[in-house]
């Protein structure tokens, strides 16, 4: 008896993108035929939803703008075993979707990660090269370095990834969160290297470099904030009890000197800052926590889902 074909779904988030759209279904249909191609329009003013309709894809319209809340929505409608997840821009090479699904299923991973290989000056600028590298460098020293590529917009994930993961960014910022859970939650992961190239004519990037990176920064903070709180909190308390001290010690030596305290709201910054950096401290002990409760609940929800039926690369 052969074995059951994998429902696959191709999620592609768009906004305004007319010119590529068209492309980029007819080429995932081209390298997944059996599987169904979803374009999530995001409150586009071009063509784009009638040009998606036209390459067969089915369209449906998520109207809170940004990725993230696109990407929410996907994630909660669509019902698959593997979900392959790419920009609508037509920069990712479509012919590297199977090799990807065919990691995926045969070491059993949960999510595959296009990494981007590119020659092209315009298509991968040195200041996203640059961005991405300290971003994903920011990652890798917190949460663990099994990943080279954070931002890619070309993965493939299991359905108890999707079905597990969280999706609380509105924006870009979405890919970070894929990382984190994937890596907070010790899933296997792979990585995959692919062709990235250039926006075709007529086609406008919608990513700001300084803008996004910052908003991704501030994601990162608050995941670390978030996953590790004891570690984020603990250095809070680290700088406070060692400011309390730089302050306060001149004012104790001078009282064994002197036997008076001339700068006694020096002394009483010094108090309150070291009473504030235990209770930031205890806070963090606290929260961990509450955080290793909020992990379990997401490990279950993981667990609650089937695990990707493993199949030999030559089978996939």
Do not use: W
């Amino acid at each position: 008896m052969s074995e059951p074909t994998l429902r696959v779904a191709v999620i592609v988030p768009c906004y305004n993108e007319e010119a590529t759209i068209g492309g980029v279904v007819a080429a995932f249909r081209d390298a997944l035929p059996h599987a169904e191609i979803y374009v999530y329009d995001n409150n586009s003013r071009d063509r784009t939803i009638a040009v998606a309709q036209a390459a067969g894809a089915q369209v449906r319209r998520e109207t809170l703008q940004g990725k993230g809340n696109v990407v929410r929505r996907a994630f909660s409608d669509v019902e698959a075993d593997i979900y392959v997840m790419v920009d609508g821009d037509g920069t990712y090479n479509a012919a590297a979707a199977p090799a990807m699904i065919a990691m995926m299923t045969a070491e059993t991973l949960d999510m595959v990660t296009g990494v981007r290989i590119s020659e092209e000056i315009e298509a991968y600028r040195p200041g996203h090269r640059f961005g991405n590298a300290m971003l994903t460098g920011v990652v890798r020293m917190i949460f663990g370095n099994r990943i080279s590529d954070m931002l890619s917009g070309y993965r493939v994930f299991s359905r108890r990834f999707v079905k597990s993961f969280p999706a609380m960014a509105a924006g870009f910022e979405t890919e970070t969160e894929f990382t984190v859970h994937a890596l907070e939650l010790r899933m296997p992961v792979g990585e995959l290297q692919t062709r990235y190239g250039s926006r075709p004519v007529g086609s406008v990037s919608k990513l700001n470099t300084i803008r996004d990176g910052i908003r991704i920064l501030r994601t990162i903070m608050i995941l670390v904030k978030e996953e590790r709180p004891l570690a984020f909190f603990s250095v809070i308390g680290a700088i406070l009890l060692v400011t309390a001290f730089a302050l306060g010690i001149p004012v104790v030596l001078q009282f064994i000197a002197t036997g008076l305290v001339p700068r006694f709201p020096t002394a009483l910054l010094a108090t309150g800052l070291a009473l504030l950096s235990f209770l930031v401290f205890s806070a963090g002990l606290i929260l961990d926590s509450v955080s290793h409760g909020r992990k379990e609940m997401k490990r279950l929800a993981y667990l609650a889902n089937p695990a990707v039926p493993r199949r030999d690369a030559a089978d996939a």
